[in-house]
T-cell receptor
Framework: GESVGLHLPTLSVQEGDNSIINCAYS??????FIWYKQESGKGPQFIID?????DKRQGQRVTVLLNKTVKHLSLQIAATQPGDSAVYFC????????????FGKGTMLLVSP | DTEVTQTPKHLVMGMTNKKSLKCEQH?????MYWYKQKAKKPPELMFV???????INESVPSRFSPECPNSSLLNLHLHALQPEDSALYLC???????????????FGQGTRLTVV
């Protein structure tokens, strides 16, 4: 289940389940959105991106959905594996040519074998 | 090579010390970034360099001084830091292709800085 603790919201799932991580963004001028995975002691790792002229994009085992009407972004991970355990950040950027990313608060995904 | 390399991995410094963080990429990216990340918080943008020129400074205190000696290197010079500056400092790079389209930013592993 999903819980909001004192720090990061946490999503706990069983191996093989599908996971959905949600993110609300704030800037209606944002044009570019990315999901990053950050494992303990490491830098953020790119998972998938989507531009504002799209509402869905699929990668390998991951799907990003964008709803600009309600400024909502979600990351779906199919057949979640223990190696998917990490903190997941959504990030938004205005259409500027730079990746001046504003990150969301992050969600910790815990996958049990 | 899709790697951004940061050194050192860990750094402990006193409040009167001067130190530098280094970042290197060989992807031909012309935009480079410094982000600061406190524990259990998201990264926050500090500086953006484009074609070796400082383009964005997010109101960062002057005790942090960035430098871009060439298109592959980015430094962050530190002087008279405070304990609250302890954090993970992340370097990133992206293509800056001269259009308004954003591209993926690649992050380094970060330097874990502790100010004592």
């Amino acid at each position: 289940g999903e819980s909001v603790g004192l720090h990061l919201p946490t999503l706990s799932v069983q191996e093989g389940d599908n996971s959905i991580i949600n993110c609300a963004y704030s800037n209606s001028a944002s044009d570019y959105f990315i999901w990053y995975k950050q494992e303990s002691g490491k830098g953020p790792q790119f998972i998938i991106d989507i531009r504002s002229n799209m509402d869905k994009r699929q990668g390998q085992r991951v799907t990003v959905l964008l709803n600009k009407t309600v400024k909502h972004l979600s990351l779906q991970i199919a057949a979640t594996q223990p190696g998917d355990s990490a903190v997941y950040f959504c990030a938004e950027s205005p259409n500027s040519g730079y990746s001046t990313l504003t990150f969301g608060k992050g969600t910790m995904l815990l996958v049990s074998p | 090579d899709t790697e951004v390399t940061q050194t050192p991995k860990h750094l402990v410094m006193g409040m009167t010390n001067k130190k530098s963080l280094k970042c290197e990429q060989h992807m031909g990216h012309r935009a480079m970034y410094w982000y600061k990340q406190k524990a259990k918080k998201p990264p926050e943008l500090m500086f953006v360099y484009s074609y070796e020129k400082l383009s964005i400074n997010e109101s960062v205190p002057s005790r942090f001084s960035p430098e871009c000696p060439n298109s592959s290197l980015l430094n962050l010079h530190l002087h008279a830091l405070q304990p609250e500056d302890s954090a993970l400092y992340l370097c990133a790079s992206s293509q800056e292709i001269g259009t308004t389209e954003n591209t993926e930013a690649f992050f380094g592993q970060g330097t874990r800085l502790t100010v004592v």
